[in-house]
């Protein structure tokens, strides 16, 4: 097999770190490529779930004898401690591998070091490759690592004039089998999905990631959340069906906000004490109202239908804008045609001051 470059093999590694996406939570993606001394590849891996192998330790099981005087291109810092699996830096110390290249450092506190450790074994470290695309296949992850809360989501959908149901309150569906579908994939990438009291009063939604064809539920669900302030959600509400599990974040328990609602930067704090990295926001209005106008939402996901319909409730309430210089600008970083609608995906753009 022919070599091949540090630079190639990290790209391969950032593809391999992303089969993980959506099962490794609380841990991160993490892909490695390990090349022998003469540069072929040997052994690739991925960290594919929570308690599960390292991505470094399935790359040199698979180059067994191979990996010595190799490199090993890993897309996170090596961790340093013993989890539910043994440090990863002490095992390519002890496969005698020569270097190590690391795309991103690791930011949690409880594995960090790993760098230190294969360099005080007389291994070469290299930081830095390819960093911005590691850093984007993982970005839920080390922005949740790196401030304390979890990465957060906001979907909607809505007609071109952005209303989100008709004026008779109709709204179902307001876009095409193909969003939905691919809004069950993006709750799949997702640790939690959030809703407030009012949709599950309005549309009684299950919150579950499943196939819309055949109704079966993906193997791995993300937690479900009602952010309801005085517990007002129904017994036999479907969100409480036992299909997953399901979180009722009252006030009491969480803490109020100034307006006696549940307070929801400690929301956050909370679900990411319950080791939740990323959140989909799945509205409603009022509630992705509440997060935009405090900051605390990270990518929007805008499912938008070929529709108009002039008159009816909109997909955003109340977000803290008076006057149009307190706009919530926005980058938009993708628009994709998904069936008959488009998927457009933006960056709230970040406030001076
Ligand atoms: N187009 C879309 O993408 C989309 C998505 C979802 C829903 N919807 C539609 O939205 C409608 C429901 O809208 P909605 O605005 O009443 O529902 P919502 O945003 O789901 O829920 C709002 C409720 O959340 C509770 N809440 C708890 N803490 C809060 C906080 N800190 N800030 C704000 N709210 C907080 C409040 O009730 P408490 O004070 O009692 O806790 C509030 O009334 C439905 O008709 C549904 O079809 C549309």
Known sequence: MASVSVDEAMRRAIELAARGLGTTSPNPVVGCVLLDEGGEVVGEGFHAYAGGPHAEIVALAQAGQRAKGGTAVVTLEPCNHTGRTGPCSTALVQAGVARVVIAVPDPNPVATGGAATLRAAGVRVDLGVRVDEAEAGNVAWLTSMRRGWPYVIWKYAATVDGRSAAADGTSMWITSEAARIDVHALRGTV?????????????????????????????????????????????????????????????????????GRVDLSALLAALHQRGVRAVLLEGGPRLAGAFLAAGLVD???????PRLLGAGPTALVDAGVTTIAEAIDLEFVDVTQIGPDLRITALPRKREG
């Open 299 to 305: 990518k929007i996901v805008g499912y938008v239908a």
């Open 191 to 259: 640790d939690a999905v959030l809703a407030g009291v009012g949709t599950v009063l309005a549309d009684d939604p299950r919150l579950t990631a499943r196939n819309l064809r055949d109704g079966s539920l993906a193997i791995r669900q993300p937690l479900r959340v009602v952010v309801d302030s005085s517990g007002r959600t129904p017994a036999d509400a479907q969100v409480r069906d036992g299909a997953a599990r399901t979180w009722i974040a009252t006030a009491a328990e969480v803490g109020a906000g100034p307006d």
